[in-house]
């Protein structure tokens, strides 16, 4: 089963309670009433937002309930996982082992896998760790709903869910835990358990777009194969620890969980916790504080100011792709853009909406966080859209 993509991918990236922080600056208070406003119409739990530029962050704000039964507000330091903005992060790492030698981004996967992955339909093909880069690598996600695991499946009550649902969540209830590189071996090597010729599209790799979280998961699995290094380590090491992300982290034992928020189908519906065994492709678990710090590294990084990775590096993560043989079109390494000029990826899944962008020219960039997500009731997408142009016609 596919993983619902937010409807907020039709624009791209898109696009009575009082505020909870107090770091919101002086002169900005018709951005911070038109939140509140936009607010306490919708049916969001709680949100975090937060525009930067190069520097710093210039405004930040949260609103709502990152715990709805408990009273506890949501915060600019509330932690839960962001979705696919989680690839962007692969997107560094790709480019930091690349930089390192370790890496070739136009070699085939199978020169660094344990295990041989070939398209059935192309099998005299290779799959480059560009195409998994760009979702074109032919590799689909018809197994990807059994990369949820529940945190407690006997607490589920599969009555609960709408009947529409029901099948769905009882699927997911059963699936069991396991390492990735077991998971992905099991789907795409031929030798495989839930192997299939359906788990693959019947175009060559690097001249069809499709969307592919699993694709994403291998390019993560790569890095780790090349380098040696665990994946979730290796983002440790290049890219959490150096930007001092320190809320941040791959999993329950890895982060605060007395920061954490309880994620919604809707407000009186909590999201059983859940973790994704393909953690890359969606599981990074943060803050608008913590991304907040990636998001004017990118920015940086762009400038050629950037710590992370070189400016030849930054140069070609953020390079439309098609200039390296693949055919799409306003895309980089994971990166989307939009005809603006704005750079960024947005994320949805069970329990939560996400969106990360950023101008290079204007110096601005911008971020969204909610612990709720579009399954149950589609007005939320429109409720983030108010908030998002909110911020977006505010001049800083």
Known sequence: MKKIITLLTLTLFILSCDKNDDDAPDGHSNLTNKLKNIYEESKLPGFSIAIINDKNISYQNSYGYADIKENKKYTSNTIQNIGSISKTFIAV???????????????????????????????????????????????????????????????????????????????????????????????????????????????????????????AA??????????????????????????????????????????????????????????????????LITSIADLSKFLIEMIKGYKGKGKLLSEDS????????????????????????????????????????SVATFDPVKNRGQLFITNIGQHFDESIVSSITEIWNAMTQESF
């Open 93 to 215: 790492a790709i480019m930091k082992a690349a930089e390192q030698g370790k890496l070739d981004l136009d070699a085939n996967i199978n020169s660094y896998l344990p295990f041989e992955i070939r398209n059935p339909y192309h099998s005299d093909l290779p799959i480059t760790v560009r195409h998994l880069a760009t979702h074109t690598s032919g590799i689909l996600d018809e197994q990807y709903g059994k990369s949820y695991v529940l945190q407690n499946p006997s607490d589920v009550d599969i009555s609960d869910y709408p009947e529409n649902y029901q099948a769905y969540a009882e699927f997911i209830r059963m699936n069991i835990d396991m390492n990735y590189s077991v998971f992905l071996r099991k789907v795409l090597s031929v030798s495989g358990e839930w192997y299939t010729q359906d788990n693959f599209s019947e175009y060559a790799p690097g001249t069809h777009h499709e969307y592919s979280n699993i694709g």
């Open 314 to 353: 930054y140069e070609e993560m953020f390079s439309n792709q098609s200039n390296y043989g693949i055919s799409v079109t306003e895309r980089g390494i994971f990166w989307g853009f939009k005809d603006t000029g704005e750079i960024g990826h947005s994320g949805g899944d069970r329990g939560i909406m």
């Open 218 to 283: 291998l390019a993560a699995y790569v890095v780790e194969s090349a380098t040696g290094i665990t994946y979730e380590e290796y983002v440790r090491t290049y890219i959490l620890r150096p930007l001092q992300m320190d809320a941040s982290g791959w999993g329950f034992d890895d982060v605060n969980m007395e920061n954490h928020a309880t994620l919604y189908f809707t407000k009186d519906f909590e999201v059983p916790r859940y973790s994704l065994i393909t953690k890359a492709d969606g599981g």
